[in-house]
């Protein structure tokens, strides 16, 4: 049996069975699918962070990374974003799998120039967009894009096609990537063109006041895994203009897997996430936004076209395949 192995450089201390909690982010909660799916091929897999007894969930083994046997020879490692980590592992094949676009200056600020030069790396980027940032010198070993998807939650439930929700929409991103800049556009182009208009959106690190409340500007709930695929199907759109740093969008992914148009400027890696009338909008500028915006919210038509449109291409990226492009690349190579 061939074996794989993934190594977090965080101090988290995890396992599968917190995938439907609140502490794991998209990357960790991604690679735990990844994982899984591999088992379910019939590959050994271990999951090493800073966990502190050894578990076994869902057929992945999750133990301390400082426990890693160097007599084993694994046939891929994966390391999350920092080659440092390879230091622990034997491997024939050694795989970064990045999270972030990693400039030069944070290539060396980071300390990864020396254990790139010694474990010879493949960067595993997961966009077009992260592809083309990621130079040359912070990947001479060479560079892929295998892209993630959503929780099988996300794709296996049910969707009702007939089902209009209220006319709210959604932000359920970090508050620091451009929400500001959404809020002014709904403050001045989308909630004057109709009082029944609702934005909800995350609550960390906002000052919620009055001034939102009076132009029907929410707080979300935040909950488990379950209860926001509750959530989402409750609104009509995900509003977000994207970021310079987004380098996946899960949240679009999963959003896209609900039947749930996003409306967007494509900033980052939302051009890659996004296909225009597809699975959402592009706009071109603020106005365009808000014209979307409120089309999907004021047009009921208009809406139910585009949820019968994203049913039909749901199911289009699932773990499987996705899995299959990792063995086919790096293990069966």
Not at 61 to 75: A, G, H, L, P, V
Not at 136 to 146: A, D, H, L, R, V
Request: net charge positive; glycine share 4%.
């Amino acid at each position: 049996m061939k074996r794989i192995i993934i190594i977090d450089n965080s101090n988290l201390s995890y396992s599968g069975n917190d995938i439907n909690g609140t502490i794991l982010r998209g990357t960790e909660t991604s690679l735990i699918l990844l994982s899984e799916q591999f088992v379910r091929m019939g590959y050994q897999v271990d999951y090493c962070n800073e966990i502190n007894n050894f578990s076994n969930v869902n057929g992945v083994n999750y133990f301390n990374k400082k426990k890693i046997n160097k007599s084993t020879t694994y046939d891929l490692a994966i390391a999350i974003s920092d080659a440092n980590q390879l230091k622990f592992v034997s491997a024939l094949k050694k795989v970064i799998f990045s999270v972030s676009n990693q400039p030069i200056e944070k290539f060396l600020r980071k300390k990864q120039l020396l254990p790139f030069l010694k474990f010879k790396p493949t960067v595993v980027t997961l966009c077009n967009y992260q592809f083309k940032k990621r130079s040359f010198f912070t990947s001479f070993y060479g560079k892929e894009i295998i892209p993630i998807t959503s929780d099988p939650k996300f794709l296996n439930h049910e969707i009702n096609p007939n089902y209009i929700p209220k006319k709210q929409v959604v932000y359920n991103i970090r508050s620091n990537r451009n929400l500001d800049r959404l809020i002014k556009i709904w403050i001045e182009k989308i909630f004057p063109k109709n009082s029944e208009f609702k934005l909800f959106i995350t609550p960390d690190l906002i000052d919620y006041n009055d001034k939102l409340k009076k132009n029907n500007i929410f707080l979300r709930k935040i909950g488990s895994r379950n209860e926001m695929i509750d959530e989402l199907k409750e609104y009509r759109a995900l509003t977000y203009l994207g970021h310079k740093s987004d380098i996946f969008t899960l949240t679009a992914e999963e959003a896209v897997k609900l039947c749930l148009p996003v409306v967007t400027l494509g900033i980052g890696s939302l051009s890659d996430r996004v296909q225009h009338f597809e699975n959402g909008f592009i706009a071109k500028n603020d106005q365009d936004f808000a014209d979307y915006t409120i089309k999907l919210m004021n047009d009921d038509k208009f809406y139910l076209q585009m949820k019968s449109k994203m049913l039909a291409i749901r199911h289009k990226n699932n773990w499987e395949y996705i899995a299959k492009k990792w063995i086919k690349k790096f293990v069966d190579n």
